[in-house]
């Protein structure tokens, strides 16, 4: 079993055991989309500015790494065409619940994001991609596979981990690791991992996702960070993730 596999396992028990992340969006929120009152999340606190997603009606959207039931029903909402990539079945099943009971089409694939996309290149106009490429060792094949299957004009939304996180202890109170974080060369990495039944997660430097999709072809048009949402970090204010907007040039 590669990590990958882990991984999918592990999260699929996280929601069985209540994740924030894999909790559908409820009745009421799809009915309000639908009204225009909505918002997502890419990092844990702060929502999408509107005008990143702009007018989504007849757009091909694929949520990558975005199963959960959270981000999928409001694009469809909002009238977008949507396609669901994941590897964790449980977040698969949860899009496909919402669909069932709201009544409306998805596409939903079971899929390794680190291997290539299954889908043709220019397939979509929009890619959401919310925090998951932590638990990817590399995250520049990625950026390269998302700019291959966007069409030229086509926008990259993606939350991602900064480093912070990974260097501290469990309290957030003492710097105690080495970069990059990474369990797979590091056992005392692994070891951490263990104790916090984190799955196999890596950090990542800016050069790897700033610069990662700057070498893909990007441009970048925006960007703003957040914080845990809780604990020492977030009580001091410390960044822990970024938000970017990203285009694929005409």
Known sequence: ?????????????????????????????????KNGDWDVLLTPTKPVPHSWLGNLRGKKL???????????PVFTALG???????????????????AEREGYEIRIIRGD???PLPFEDGEFDVIFH?????????VRPIWRECFRVLRPGGFLISGTDHYVNY?????????INTLPFNPLKNPEHMRQLEADDGGIQFSHS??????GQLEA??????????TNGEGRLHELNIPTFLAMLSRKPL
Request: charged share 30%.
């Open 130 to 138: 919310p925090v998951s490429n932590c638990y990817v060792e590399d």
């Open 167 to 175: 260097i501290v202890d469990a309290e957030e109170k003492h710097i």
């Open 113 to 115: 994001m680190t291997k």
């Open 206 to 211: 800016l050069e790897e996702q700033i610069g």
């Open 62 to 72: 694929l949520g990558l790494a975005s199963g959960g039931g959270q981000q999928m």
């Open 80 to 98: 977008a065409e949507c396609t669901v990539l994941d590897y964790s079945q449980l977040q698969l099943d949860s899009d496909r619940k919402v």
């Open 1 to 33: 079993m590669d990590y990958q596999d882990i991984n999918s396992l592990t999260i699929d028990r996280w929601i069985r055991e209540g994740w924030e992340w894999g909790k559908p969006v409820s009745h009421e929120i799809y009915e309000r989309a």
């Open 217 to 226: 072809g990007f441009t970048l048009l925006a960007m703003y960070e957040d």
